[in-house]
């Protein structure tokens, strides 16, 4: 193996930044993840193998296409530029290409007929609420913001613009849009979905993060071709999950870095 040390990842003036300053930055400061994300997508790709899912050359162009698409490279000059901009290849792009299309094939394959079955067993997952929120870690404070906006929305919004911790939400008046059940922590869900639109629920202790939520609109589930998608995707995800189980993930760096780290 290379001595980490001696591979130089980037610089600041005559100051070589190493592959193993790199690592260590990642692991010390907990932002592993995209390593994760690395490790689980070959953990895709060792599923789509065993299960023998297979990418066709005109749908691997048609995935190659839709990226270049949603990227805005509408010309050849523009997908070089913005390789080289990265330091990639075309042969990267492909091989970007390559794990989407080969991610939907094996989702359309492991979830191919159970996707209703799944949406009937897990419905309650898909209710949805539009909601706006503050954040705040004061309980005493969440309980003054709970009261001063039982007013109704504009109140909400006009303290959220202030006091709330959530940059997003904040400059957008504490507006979330819309969430599915499952998407909230459980204590807050559990609030949300016992009120009626226009409540002011909360403050509800999130592990030490208090949070107050105007309930603008209920929307229980219904089996809308949105809603087959989402639980395609959840189904997918469940599965993707079990897969990991069966084969741990897990960096193997060089002790110098930390050692092992699970994914």
């Known amino acids: 193996m290379s001595d980490l040390h001696s591979i130089v990842a980037g610089r ?3 100051h ?7 690592l260590y930055t990642l692991k010390i400061s907990e932002r592993m993840r995209p390593l994760e994300v690395a ?10 193998d065993r299960l023998g899912v297979t990418v066709s050359d005109q749908e691997l162009q048609a995935h190659a296409d839709g990226v270049r ?3 805005g490279l509408l010309r050849s000059e523009d997908t070089d530029r913005w390789l080289a901009a990265r330091g990639s ?29 799944y949406f009937s067993e897990h419905r309650q ?22 009261e001063r906006t039982r007013s109704g929305a504009a109140a909400f919004a006009a303290v959220a613009r202030v ?9 957008a008046g504490g507006h979330a849009g819309f969430v599915y059940r499952g998407q909230l922590p459980p204590a807050v869900s559990e609030a949300v979905f016992a009120a009626q639109a226009g409540d002011i629920v909360g403050p509800v202790d999130v592990d030490g993060l208090y949070h107050v939520v105007c309930v603008e609109r209920l929307q229980p ?3 809308t071709q949105g809603h087959h998608e989402a639980a395609r995707e959840q189904l997918f995800t469940a599965w993707l999950r079990g897969q990991a189980a069966e084969v741990p993930v897990e960096f193997t760096l060089p002790a110098a870095v930390g050692g092992s780290v699970p994914a």
Do not use: P
Request: net charge negative; glycine share 6%; no cysteine.
């Open 39 to 48: 490790l689980h997508e070959a953990a895709l790709m060792r599923a789509a």
């Open 16 to 22: 070589d930044v190493t592959l193993h300053d790199l």
């Open 12 to 14: 600041v003036g005559d």
């Open 69 to 71: 698409r949603s990227l």
């Open 89 to 117: 290849s075309v042969d990267d792009f492909e091989a970007y290409a390559l794990r989407l299309a080969t991610a939907a094939k094996l989702k359309e394959k492991v979830t191919e007929g159970r996707v209703d079955a």
């Open 125 to 146: 997952d898909f209710d949805g609420a539009v909601i706006s929120r503050i954040v705040v870690d004061d309980g005493e404070q969440a309980a003054d913001i709970a």
């Open 163 to 171: 006091e709330s911790m959530e940059g997003g939400t904040r400059d």
């Open 221 to 223: 589930a219904e089996y």
